[in-house]
């Protein structure tokens, strides 16, 4: 298996619903990190996870939670979001000792209404 | 500051001319430059890295530490070429760094 799978591939939420992204891969990779993608935007670091350990958040607000439950799995949980935070969420992995090539998942489009 | 900078939001260059993306950059190490590529409806992956120096899809990079650039090249422009190309840093972390990306165009 050479791909990261992400689910939902859509996801329609309320601004009072609890809800979570899933990725998985199953390359040995133990680096997975969560992207924000806005329209026509770059990709936006969110969370980087090295060994299941959470290493870097980028000042994500609260109302996103990662967790990492094994080397293969990263959960995006997500509460009480607002409008704003509609956009592509992105996953992607690679192998610690080579962080820069990472390999993404095909991301989950998410609207907030 | 750390930053990349793809000055081009849009290219559009005509089937079989050269092609020439734009990637600048600002860091006073010794940086780490890729380019990736996400094709219509297809997931964003790995195009080139400049420490490979290799020709991906007939696409190069060079890296210009003077100039601070990584300008990506291909001689031939194909109509499978179109996509969004996005030029990206690791600054020596655990942290890609994308450009605002370019869109480019390839006419028939």
């Known amino acids: 298996d050479t791909e990261v799978t992400q689910t939902p591939k859509h996801l329609v939420m309320g601004m009072t619903n609890k809800k979570s992204l899933k990725c998985e891969q199953h390359m040995g990779h133990r680096a997975m990190y969560w992207y924000k993608q806005k329209a026509k935007k770059p990709p936006e670091l969110m969370f980087v996870?090295?060994?299941?350990?959470?290493?870097i958040n980028e000042s994500v607000p609260s109302r996103f939670s990662p967790e990492c439950p094994n080397s293969s799995l990263l959960n995006l949980h997500l509460h009480a979001l607002q409008p704003e935070d509609s956009a592509l969420y992105l996953c992607?992995?690679?192998?610690?000792?080579?962080?820069?090539?990472?390999?993404f998942g095909p991301g989950t489009r998410l609207l907030v209404l | 500051a750390q930053r990349v900078t793809q000055p081009e939001k849009l290219l559009s260059v005509f089937k079989g001319a050269p092609v020439e993306l734009k990637c600048n950059y600002s860091y006073s190490g010794s940086p780490e430059l890729f380019w990736y590529v996400q094709y219509s409806r297809q997931r964003l992956q790995l195009l080139l890295r400049h420490i490979s120096r290799e020709s991906i899809k007939g696409f190069t990079a060079d890296l210009n530490k003077g100039e601070t650039s990584f300008h990506l090249k291909k001689p031939f422009a194909q109509e499978e070429d179109s996509a969004m190309y996005y030029c990206?840093?690791?600054?020596?972390?655990?942290?890609?760094?994308f450009g605002t990306g370019t869109r480019l165009t390839i006419i028939p």
């Open positions: 992607a992995s690679s192998i610690p000792t080579d962080q820069e090539t990472q390999y």
């Open positions: 990206a840093l690791n600054f020596g972390n655990e942290k890609l760094t």
């Open positions: 996870y090295s060994y299941e350990k959470l290493s």
